[in-house]
C-alpha cells in the first residue's frame, strides 16, 4: 500500500505565480477528475479481508440475546465480534462519552451497529452480518423532539428588558434533517503493527481526535493507534465522528490481518451523523419605520439518540440566533434534545443554518409590515465594525454588511418570463420532462443574510501544528510541509503550498500525507483550516526563513543544509457563554455572506427552477481566487438543496429514502448561474487578513430561495424544504401574524 503525498506544479518562487493569491492549480485536481486519484475506498494490501456491520432495524429496542453462531458457520467467515469483544472503554463521543461501540443491552436508533463480521469477500461479509441473530424487545420510540425530556443542552441569551413595540411579527418554521451527501462513503483500513498497535488508514476530518477516541476502547495507548489520512471524498462535517474507525481495528487486531470496510450508499446513510433538523419560534418587535426594538426566538434542535457535537450546535444557533442585525432587546432560548432519530451532528453552518432560514424569514414578514422593500429593512438593521452581537460581543473587524446589500442589490437581474412559449422548455420548471409550456410558471425574487462564526469558540483550545522542511535535493531548494490536516475536497493543500511558496521564495514545494506523526491541526470544520493551519504554516516558515539569515535559499541551505522548524499556531482566545445570559465572547472571527436568489415557480404543478443566484461575500483576504469560487458555488448548492429538495425523510425513528434516487441532490441541471461580488477588508487578527469562507454562503441561499418561491406564490411557506404539495395544493399555510403592537 502506498502513501499519497502532494507535489506541487514548479512557480518561481515569492512574488511571481502559484503564491497566496493565485490560483495556483491544486495538485489532486487532474487525478480526480481522470478517476484516478486513490480514495479511501481504493485502499488495497495483499492478505487483506473484509468487514461488515450488523445494524439495528429498531430506532428504539432492549437486545435480549445476540447469536453469532449462525454466522460462524458460513465458510469464509472469520470472526463475529459483539460488545463483549470490546477491549477497552466500551464508549466513545466527541463531546460526551455516550456512543457504544457496538450496541450493550439496547437500542437508540435504527442503524445502530450491534456486531461486526471480518471475512475473506465482502459479500461473505454482508450475508454473515444478516445471519447473526439478535433478540430484540421493541419499545415505544421517542421522535418528536418536542416530547424528549432528555436535553442535551439549553443556551438561554437575555438582553434588555424592552420587550414591546408598534409593530410585532410572529412565526413558527421548520428545518427538515439534511444529509451532507458527500459522494466518498465511509471507508478504512485497519493494519495491525508489529508493536502490538494499529496503524489505520482513513478517510476522516479529524485524525488526532479520531485516535483520542480510538485507543481506550481498543485499550491501547495514544502512540500506537497510528493513523493516516487516505483520500477523502467530501466530508462537510459528517466525518467528525467516528464510523467505522473502531470496528475495522478491532477486527484487525483480533485477525492480527489487515481488515478493510467500506460501506454502500445506503449504509452511509445510517452510518454518519446529519444536519438537526429545527422547530423554531420567532417574534419580533420594531418600530413602524422598520428599526428593530426586539426579538424573542424559542429553537429547537433534535439530536438524535447520541450527543455528538450537538452542544457546540446549539450554542451557534443561540450566539448567532437573531443575525447579523442591531437589536437591544433579546430573549433566545436554543435547545438541543436527545430522540431516538437518528444522531444528528456537524453540517456545514453547524447551528446557524436553522437559526438563519427563520430569522430572514422573519425579516421579510417585517419588511412587508413596515412596507419597506426586503433590502431596505436590513440595511436599516444591519450591524457594522463596532457593533454587538446579543451576546454582547463586539465584532471588532470590518463587516461591511449595508455596503454588501447595495452591491448585491445593484447587480442585473435576468431577463424576465418571455410573453409567448419557449422551444426550449429546459429553462422552464420541470422542463426537461417538458411538464409546461410557461402557462402557470410565475417568478419571485427574495433575498438572505448570514452571519457565520470561523474556528471554533467558546473557549475551546483551537490550535494546529506544522512543519516545514527546507532543503537541496537535486541541487535545488525544495520545501515539504507537513500537518495532521485533512484534505476534503476544500483545496487546503493547495493553500499549504502556496503559503510556502510565498514565505521562503522557493517554487518546489511537496505536502507531505497528513497523519498523526505530526502534532494535531484540529478538524477541516469550521472553516477554520486556512485560519489555523495557514496560520502554522506561515509561522513555521518564517521560523525556517530567518535561520537562512538573510541569505538567499539556495545558498543558505548549502551553507547550513536541511533546516526545519515546527510551530503551533493559535488564534486570539474565546469564551464560554454565561450559561444564565448568554452573555460572552464566545467567538473568534465572524464572516457575511448576502444572496439574492431568482426563481420561476409553476404554481399548478408546484415544481421550482431557480433561475439564478447571485452573492456577495467578504472574504477578509483572497488566497486563492478560483478555489474560493468553487466554495462559494458548492455553499450555494448546498444552501439550495435545503430549500428545495433535500431531507432525510424519517418517521417513527426509521429513514425512509437512504439512497441517491430518492434524497435528491441538486445536479448540474439544478444549479443555476452565479453572480458573485467578493470584497476583500482584512481581519488584523487573521492570518494575511483572511476570512474563513466555506459555510457562510450554505447559510444565506436557502432563505433566499425559499423568499422567492413565497414572492412568486404569495404563500408563506414556514417550512424547508419546500415540496411540490406545499405550493400547489396550499391556500396560505401560513402560521405567522402581523399586528399593530400586538401579538396573533
Keep these: ?182 459522494l466518498g462513503p465511509e471507508s478504512g483500513l485497519a493494519v495491525p503493527a508489529e508493536d502490538g498497535g494499529v496503524d489505520l488508514y482513513i478517510a476522516t476530518q479529524w485524525l488526532h481526535v479520531d485516535r483520542d477516541q480510538l485507543a481506550p476502547c481498543l485499550g491501547l495507548p495514544p502512540d500506537k493507534v497510528r493513523l493516516t489520512l ?56 420594531a418600530t413602524r419605520d422598520g428599526k428593530l426594538v426586539y426579538v424573542k426566538a424559542d429553537i429547537l434542535l433534535d439530536g438524535g439518540a447520541y450527543c455528538s457535537s450537538s452542544p457546540a450546535v446549539v450554542g451557534n444557533a443561540a450566539s448567532l440566533g437573531v443575525g447579523p442585525y442591531e437589536v437591544e432587546n433579546v430573549q433566545v432560548d436554543a435547545t438541543g434534545v436527545y430522540t431516538n432519530n437518528p444522531p444528528c451532528g456537524a453540517m456545514r453552518g453547524f447551528g446557524a443554518v436553522q437559526a438563519c432560514y427563520a430569522y430572514e424569514s422573519q425579516m421579510d414578514r417585517l419588511a412587508e409590515a413596515c412596507g419597506l422593500s426586503p433590502v431596505e429593512i436590513r440595511v436599516r438593521n444591519a450591524v457594522s465594525q463596532g457593533s454587538h452581537l446579543i451576546t454582547g460581543q463586539v465584532i471588532d473587524s470590518p463587516a461591511p454588511l449595508a455596503e454588501m446589500l447595495r452591491d448585491l442589490e445593484a447587480m442585473p437581474l435576468p431577463g424576465p418570463l418571455p410573453a409567448e412559449p419557449l422551444s426550449d422548455l429546459r429553462s422552464m420548471p420541470g422542463g426537461v420532462s417538458q411538464t409546461t409550456h410557461g402557462e402557470s410558471v410565475r417568478r419571485g425574487v427574495g433575498y438572505g443574510v448570514g452571519i457565520k462564526n470561523i474556528c471554533f469558540s467558546e473557549g475551546f483550545d483551537d490550535f494546529s501544528t506544522a512543519r516545514v522542511r527546507a532543503e537541496l535535493v537535486g541541487g535545488e531548494p525544495h520545501v515539504t510541509v507537513h500537518t495532521a490536516a485533512a484534505e476534503v475536497g476544500q483545496g487546503l493543500v493547495t493553500i499549504q503550498a502556496q503559503i510556502a511558496r510565498t514565505e521562503l521564495g522557493i517554487a518546489n514545494v511537496t505536502v507531505a ?170 481581519d488584523p487578527a487573521a492570518p494575511y487578513g483572511l476570512r474563513g469562507a466555506g459555510e457562510p454562503p450554505t447559510l444565506s441561499s436557502t432563505p433566499a430561495v425559499a423568499a422567492a418561491v413565497r414572492a412568486a406564490t404569495g404563500l408563506r411557506l414556514t417550512r424547508v424544504p419546500i415540496r411540490p404539495e406545499d405550493i400547489a395544493l396550499s391556500d396560505s399555510g401560513s402560521t405567522m401574524g402581523v399586528t399593530d403592537g400586538k401579538r396573533s
Design 513 to 682: 500525507t497528513a497523519d498523526t506523526s505530526v502534532g494535531s491541526a484540529g478538524s477541516s470544520s469550521a472553516s477554520r483550516q486556512s485560519y489555523v493551519t495557514g496560520g502554522a504554516v506561515q509561522a513555521a516558515c518564517e521560523a525556517v526563513r530567518k535561520r537562512f539569515n538573510g541569505l538567499p535559499p539556495e545558498e543558505a541551505l548549502e551553507k547550513f543544509g536541511p533546516i526545519e522548524e515546527t510551530r503551533e499556531y493559535r488564534h486570539r482566545p474565546t469564551y464560554p457563554m454565561d450559561p444564565i445570559t448568554g452573555q460572552g465572547s464566545s467567538h473568534t472571527q465572524l464572516a457575511l455572506c448576502v444572496h439574492r436568489a431568482v426563481v420561476d415557480v409553476d404554481v399548478e404543478l408546484g415544481l421550482v427552477k431557480v433561475v439564478e443566484l447571485a452573492a456577495v461575500q467578504d472574504v477578509g483576504r483572497i488566497l486563492n481566487p478560483q478555489a474560493l469560487e468553487g466554495q462559494i458555488h458548492g455553499g450555494s448548492a448546498q444552501g439550495l438543496g435545503l430549500a428545495l429538495m433535500e431531507e432525510i425523510q424519517v418517521r417513527d425513528g426509521r429513514v425512509l429514502n437512504p439512497s441517491f434516487t430518492d434524497y435528491l441532490i441538486p445536479t448540474i441541471l439544478d444549479m443555476p448561474p452565479m453572480q458573485m461580488k467578493i470584497l476583500e477588508n482584512p
Design 230 to 285: 487516505s483520500g477523502v471524498g467530501g466530508a462537510f462535517g459528517a466525518r467528525e465522528d467516528l464510523s467505522m474507525q473502531a470496528h475495522a481495528c478491532m477486527l484487525a487486531l483480533r485477525l492480527n490481518r489487515p481488515v478493510k470496510i467500506v460501506y454502500g450508499r445506503e449504509e452511509s446513510f445510517f452510518g454518519h451523523v446529519h444536519r438537526h433538523p429545527a422547530v423554531m419560534r420567532y417574534e419580533h418587535g
Design 1 to 182: 500500500m502506498t502513501e499519497t503525498a502532494y507535489t506541487t506544479l514548479h512557480g518561481t518562487g515569492q512574488g511571481a505565480g502559484n503564491g497566496v493569491g493565485e490560483s495556483a492549480r491544486r495538485p489532486d485536481a487532474t487525478l480526480k477528475v481522470t478517476g484516478e486519484f486513490a480514495y479511501a475506498s481504493d485502499l488495497w494490501l495483499d492478505g487483506m479481508v473484509w468487514g461488515a456491520t450488523l445494524r439495528s432495524p429498531h430506532p428504539s429496542a432492549w437486545i435480549r440475546s445476540i447469536d453469532v453462531g449462525p454466522a460462524l458457520k458460513i465458510p469464509g467467515v472469520l470472526t463475529v465480534l459483539t460488545h463483549e469483544d470490546v477491549p477497552g472503554e466500551k464508549f466513545y463521543g466527541l463531546d460526551h462519552k455516550d456512543q457504544p461501540v457496538l450496541a450493550i443491552d439496547q437500542v437508540r436508533y435504527q442503524g445502530e451497529p450491534v456486531a461486526v463480521v471480518a471475512a475473506d469477500h465482502p459479500e461473505t461479509a454482508r450475508r454473515a452480518a444478516a445471519a447473526v441473530v439478535v433478540d430484540y424487545e421493541v419499545r415505544e420510540a421517542v421522535t418528536d423532539p418536542r416530547r424528549s425530556r432528555r436535553f442535551v443542552r439549553h443556551q438561554p441569551v437575555r438582553r434588555g428588558d424592552t420587550f414591546e413595540a408598534e409593530v410585532v411579527v410572529t412565526g413558527e418554521y421548520e428545518v427538515g434533517m439534511q444529509d451532507q451527501a458527500f
